[in-house]
């Protein structure tokens, strides 16, 4: 499955940005799907991620209570609120076709199909 990823931009601290993945041909039904990213100088770290197996949600702990992950059949939605200079980095849609991993093994181990990145910067 290709992916294809967008809606990063500049935005101040405080501010909103919603990003996007799609899978043009593709449906996503039968994915895992998840949304990662990294900063310079950093690892790269699993923000949130949706299990195929049962449909369960993981976000790391610097975005809960701020970032919201959904999905449908063709697009995987990250919802991102009360954005932090910290949330600064290069963020990734993925997806992996296999079906017995929960959320949080899939944010900590990465997935097999990954779009483009796109670039989110926040200003204080």
């Known amino acids: 499955v290709q992916l294809q990823a967008s809606g990063g931009g500049l935005v101040q601290a405080g501010g909103s940005l919603r990003l996007s993945c799609a899978a043009p041909?593709?449906?996503?039904?039968?994915?895992?799907v998840g949304w990662f990213r990294q900063a310079p100088g950093k690892e790269r770290e699993g923000v949130s991620c949706?299990?195929?197996?049962?449909?369960s949600i993981y976000y790391t702990d610097a975005v809960k209570g701020r970032f919201t992950i959904s999905r449908d059949s063709s697009t995987v939605v990250l919802q991102m609120n009360s954005l932090e200079p910290e949330d600064t980095a290069v963020y990734y849609c993925?997806?992996?076709?296999?079906?017995?991993?929960?959320?949080?093994?899939?944010?900590?181990?990465?997935?097999?199909?990954w779009g483009k990145g796109t670039q989110v910067t926040v200003s204080s």
């Open positions: 993925a997806a992996d076709s296999r079906a017995y991993y929960s959320g949080d093994y899939w944010c900590a181990y990465g997935m097999d199909n």
């Open positions: 041909g593709d449906s996503l039904d039968f994915y895992a």
């Open positions: 949706i299990s195929r197996r049962d449909d």
